[in-house]
């Protein structure tokens, strides 16, 4: 605790706002070796044990940090949406990782880049959510970026890619259904669970192609594991120091750090179209959470307003 406690005192100088920003980076760097780490994992295992390890060694991870805020806060009001949406997370992850194994790293974080607009359209579908025309066209936009990255009429629409394209798209449903249950649940506690079925589900797939892993596949796997948890906390700690549209746009350093560590690890270089895809898949996400929090801001300024009046 003291040693938490000096890390913080040192931090001080360092403004809100730029701190924040770095985290954000950082966590788009582990996410990146995140990716790498599977690639090497899936020479020797297949992706759903190492999605099944990475939850594992996430959840080992997690635990010293729950019990230091105590555990008697762990308690879940709907445990049912949270099952829900853990197994949409596990869905997600598999998909995902096995993306990874069969095309580039760099083209596969141009294409995450698209959850917050698949979550924009659920939003509006299924949620209910007012979404005008200026967002509808940044999401227009951000899957013209998709085309760019695919080039289906140079390359084809690989498999691969359409995975990576579906992950996006359940993670971010599973997004969506946090996000209301975060108004009546603690954080901590849709950590702990989460984790912890995602843990449970994610064994039935990975016993069915279960293979022992050996020597420093051991590692490796705990590695992912905490490397997982590590870019969470990062990215909460970011949230709660900033607001979420002014830190979107450091997210994009997640393409440039997957690029080196692609052209370090297995010698892949991006071609352009994945550097201009990206980036107007990522411009298009910018937008969208400028405006998100800009109808934010008006909406609060419109309660304090009719509360001033009733008052």
């Known amino acids: 605790m003291l040693a938490r406690r000096r890390a913080a005192q040192s931090l001080r100088w360092i403004p809100p706002g730029v701190l924040a920003a770095l985290l954000i980076a950082v966590a788009a760097a582990s996410g990146a070796l995140m990716n790498a780490l599977v690639r090497l994992l899936a020479a020797d295992l297949h992706p759903f044990e190492i999605a099944f390890f990475r939850n594992f060694f996430g959840l080992i991870a997690v635990l010293p940090l729950l019990g230091s805020m105590g555990f008697v806060r762990l308690r879940l009001r709907n445990s049912g949406r949270l099952v829900l949406s853990s197994l949409g997370h596990v869905v997600a992850m598999l998909t995902f990782f096995t993306a990874l194994t069969s095309m580039p790293l760099t083209d596969a974080a141009a294409l995450s880049f698209t959850t917050p607009l698949f979550a924009t359209a659920g939003a509006a579908l299924f949620l209910g959510e007012i979404v005008r025309a200026r967002r509808w066209t940044a999401v227009g936009v951000g899957f013209l970026g998709v085309i760019i990255v695919m080039r289906p009429g140079v390359a084809g629409f690989t498999w691969a890619a359409g995975l990576a394209l579906f992950s996006s798209m359940v993670f971010a449903a599973v997004a969506l259904v946090i996000k209301q249950m975060t108004q009546h649940e603690r954080t901590v506690s849709i950590v702990f669970y989460q984790s912890l079925f995602t843990t449970c589900l994610a064994a039935l797939p990975a016993a069915i192609v279960w293979r022992l892993p050996v020597g420093s596949d051991w590692a490796l796997l705990a590695l992912l594991g905490a490397l997982g948890t590590f870019?969470?906390?990062?990215?909460?700690?970011?949230?709660?120091?900033?607001?979420?549209?002014?830190?979107?746009?450091?997210?994009?350093?997640?393409?440039?750090?997957?690029?080196?560590?692609?052209?370090?690890?297995?010698?892949?270089?991006?071609?352009?179209?994945?550097?201009?895809?990206?980036a107007v898949i990522f411009a298009s996400t910018v937008y969208i959470a400028h405006r998100e929090a800009a109808v934010a801001r008006m909406r609060r300024t419109a309660a304090a307003s009719e509360t001033r009046m009733l008052e």
């Open 231 to 278: 870019g969470w906390l990062l990215f909460t700690q970011a949230y709660v120091l900033a607001e979420a549209s002014a830190l979107t746009p450091y997210d994009f350093t997640r393409l440039p750090f997957t690029a080196l560590v692609a052209y370090a690890l297995f010698d892949e270089v991006p071609d352009r179209w994945t550097w201009i895809g990206g």
